[in-house]
């Protein structure tokens, strides 16, 4: 099983032989032991790749899993019981991976250097158990009653345009002005649903629903968008602070607050929560508190 996952992971039996410290001839053989075991074919043999059948797809995932619980439990009763290790795949979505997460890992590598991260940032919504993933970061209500959800934080927003785009355009005064502006609108990407965004202040409050000059599913687009001078972008406040640093954008009516989205740490109820996962949920949760663009 640990061969065959090496395979997969790497994409050769050579690079497998090597990451596991054997010969080829070895892990070809047990390859070939375990699929006559199990009575299938688990890959793909060409002479430039080599991949997972459908069948071997789902192997892996459920074998993998199997791994990482042996090496945990391995690890729990050896003399090196507070050493924790092994694998944790995690999905999450892009602005908080490519913002914050990962800017952020080499205090996470240097705590826990035997611990394996297996990042994916995207903004899909997977199936946690049916693809093999420990945890997941997710923004919004949390409906799935599957999922334990832990509250970690939230995304906040902004609205936000170019100096050259506001020298040029009319008056921008309150947020009734907005609808004569160029802005931009968002859709989420697995849904396609609009985000209809509202400010407040005090009892005030404006809905901008006037249909937009462009849409984006992406926060990195919209900025571009708006560092181009195409109109008034709404941004997550991390993605925004980046290029207020540098100019290249301008807050706009920031007198006026726009409701923040909660993110939750969640995983499966029906999934132990090992060492290794509570390591990263407890370690993400308190950089986020400790953060004031992403804290509560």
């Known amino acids: 099983m640990r061969a065959f996952c090496r395979i997969v992971e790497v994409g050769s ?5 090597d990451s596991l410290g054997v010969a080829k001839t070895t892990v070809s053989g047990q390859l070939q032991a375990l699929e006559s075991l199990l ?10 790749k080599v991949s997972a059948t ?13 791994i990482d619980d042996v090496d945990e439990l391995e690890a ?3 003399q090196s019981r507070n050493v924790v290790r092994g694998r944790v795949r995690i999905e999450m979505p892009s602005p908080v991976g490519i913002l914050f997460v990962v800017p952020a890992l080499g205090g996470f590598t240097a705590r826990y250097p035997e611990i394996h991260l297996d990042i994916g940032c995207s903004e899909r919504v997977v199936d946690l158990v ?7 970061i997710r923004g919004g209500v949390i409906s799935d009653q599957d999922l334990v959800c832990r509250p970690i934080g939230q995304m906040h ?5 170019s100096p050259t785009y506001l020298a040029s355009a009319g008056p921008l005064k309150s947020p009734a002005d907005l609808p004569s502006h160029k802005h931009f609108g968002f859709k989420f990407p697995a849904t396609e649903r609009r985000y209809v965004p509202t400010l407040t202040r005090g009892d005030a409050s404006f809905t901008l629903d006037q249909p937009p000059t462009m849409y984006f599913n992406n926060g990195s687009a919209t900025a571009a968008a708006a560092v181009a001078g195409l109109g008034i972008a709404f941004l ?24 923040s989205m909660p993110l939750c740490v969640v995983y499966p109820y029906t999934r132990h929560l090992s060492a290794r996962v509570r390591a990263f949920t407890d370690w993400v949760t308190t950089l986020m508190a400790n953060d004031p663009l992403w804290s509560p």
């Open 13 to 17: 039996f050579s690079a497998a032989a």
């Open 39 to 48: 009575g299938i074919k688990l890959l793909h043999r060409s002479t430039r």
């Open 76 to 78: 729990s009763i050896s």
């Open 130 to 136: 049916q693809e093999g993933v420990d945890c997941a």
């Open 236 to 259: 997550p406040t991390a993605e925004a602070v980046r290029h207020f640093n540098t100019g290249a954008l301008v807050p706009v009516l920031p007198e006026w607050r726009l409701a």
């Open 157 to 161: 927003f902004c609205f936000c345009a």
């Open 54 to 66: 459908t069948e071997g797809s789902a192997y892996y995932l459920r074998a993998r899993a199997v």
